[in-house]
């Protein structure tokens, strides 16, 4: 399969466009999992820039250090408290994708959950770490989503939220239990799935209102901003990262990486794959608002 397809799919249902109710059925047993990183997550710090001198000089005090990095290339590391996703990515199960974001990019969470939501099924919500807040017929937890996945439950869609990434101050220490958190959680999730033997049949997307600012701020944290790194993540996933860590030298006029990858276009294909019908998606590809 050509990596730059790589949420194609054989079957062919139509897709409406706008959102998919959550009734709607996902053709052949296929499960998407959403997991939002609530608060804007950093994608910089998330999979770091080793190679690039530029990164620590704008963040002489937050920049993860090189050694301390996991290596995915020459250019490329996870965040060492991501130590749960290796796994993924030794098995070609984890792509990570660069310069996810919009040309309609807002610094307000509202604005930007809004383009985050924009073309994905709207389902029901659960909480990964504490208790739902939205409807009771949805999975209320993490650890009750794992009990019906392994119940063999049809679940055809499940959306998770992580929050506190909204990190303006302090952000070593928060973002790095943060991730860790995201780790165990999707870890957790595959665990299951392979056990049920719904992983071939699942993707798992990460969602944040936008990624951060280049430059760390004055309280060891760094503010809103507009692109960033997003995890897709399947059984039948031809992994790898797709795009390229932002050129530092063509940051936007606040100082963020500028995007690569519509938001909008992004979540389209992913609700084509889940309704059936074949999706490509280019992730190396020119931005555009198409």
């Given at each position: 399969m050509d990596r730059r397809h790589f949420l194609q799919c054989a079957a062919a249902v139509p897709l409406a466009r706008g959102s998919i109710g959550a009734a709607e059925a996902a053709p052949c047993g296929r499960l998407l999992i959403v997991i939002d990183l609530v608060g804007g997550n950093d994608g910089l710090n998330t999979v770091i820039p080793h190679s690039d001198p530029r990164y620590t000089a704008l963040r002489p005090t937050i920049a993860i250090d090189r050694k301390s990095g996991l290596p995915l290339d020459d250019r490329n590391a996870l965040h060492p408290a991501l130590q749960s996703l290796m796994p993924l990515w030794s098995a070609g199960e984890l792509a990570v994708v660069h310069g996810v974001g919009s040309a309609e990019a807002s610094l307000s969470h509202h604005r930007a959950a809004e383009l985050m939501q924009a073309a994905l099924p709207d389902f029901p919500s659960a909480d990964a770490s504490e208790n739902s807040r939205e409807s009771s017929t949805a999975p209320s937890s993490l650890a009750q989503a794992l009990e019906q996945i392994a119940s063999g439950a049809p679940l055809?869609?499940?959306?998770?939220?992580?929050?506190?990434?909204?990190?303006?101050?302090?952000?070593?220490?928060?973002?790095?239990?943060?991730?860790?958190?995201?780790?165990?959680?999707?870890?957790?999730?595959?665990?299951?799935l392979q056990a049920s033997g719904r992983w071939p049949d699942t993707l798992l997307m990460t969602r944040s209102e936008f990624g951060r600012r280049a430059a760390e701020n004055l309280s060891a944290g760094t503010d809103h901003g507009n692109a960033g790194v997003q995890f897709i993540a399947g059984g039948r996933l031809p992994g790898g990262v797709f795009g390229a860590q932002p050129d530092f030298d063509l940051l936007d006029r606040h100082g963020n990486p500028v995007p690569q990858v519509e938001i909008g276009r992004l979540n389209r294909e992913v609700a084509a794959w889940w309704a059936g019908t074949p999706a490509r998606f280019f992730p190396a590809a020119a931005f555009s608002s198409a």
């Open positions: 055809q869609s499940l959306h998770l939220a992580l929050h506190g990434f909204d990190t303006h101050e302090r952000q070593p220490e928060v973002h790095a239990r943060l991730l860790a958190q995201l780790a165990a959680t999707m870890s957790a999730l595959r665990a299951s």
